[in-house]
């Protein structure tokens, strides 16, 4: 069984940086795709970015500019750097793949944004 571990939310205030990290239990080369979702309180699921095996990526427009997300093949982890954090950017951020297979989703690391 896949499995997807992100970490490396917490609280920051608006203005600030976080970088999260979603560490996957197989080479992340054999993922067609691996993206970030986020979900906020009374909000649907939201794709933020994404990043395929030939390195594409897309972002969502309201974190174009200042999200990044990329991949570690040696580390099998893919990051997500959000910089210039806003408070609307509060949410559980979650990591998704796909393989082919299937869809696979990590449990959800908390990003809250407040002075």
């Known amino acids: 069984q896949v499995q997807l571990v992100e970490s490396g939310g917490g609280l920051v205030q608006p203005g600030g940086s976080l970088r999260l990290s979603c560490a996957a239990s197989k080479s992340i080369y054999t993922f067609n795709v691996m993206g970030w979702y986020r979900q906020a309180p009374g909000k649907q699921r939201e794709l933020v970015a994404y990043?395929?095996?030939?390195?594409?990526?897309n972002y969502a427009d309201s974190v174009k500019g200042r999200f990044t997300i990329s991949r570690d093949n040696a580390k099998n982890t893919v990051y997500l750097q959000m910089n210039s954090l806003k408070p609307e950017d509060t949410a559980v951020y979650y990591c998704?793949?796909?393989?082919?297979?299937?869809?696979?989703w990590g449990q959800g690391t908390q990003v809250t944004v407040s002075s």
């Open positions: 998704k793949a796909y393989d082919g297979l299937g869809d696979y």
């Open positions: 990043v395929t095996n030939i390195d594409y990526t």
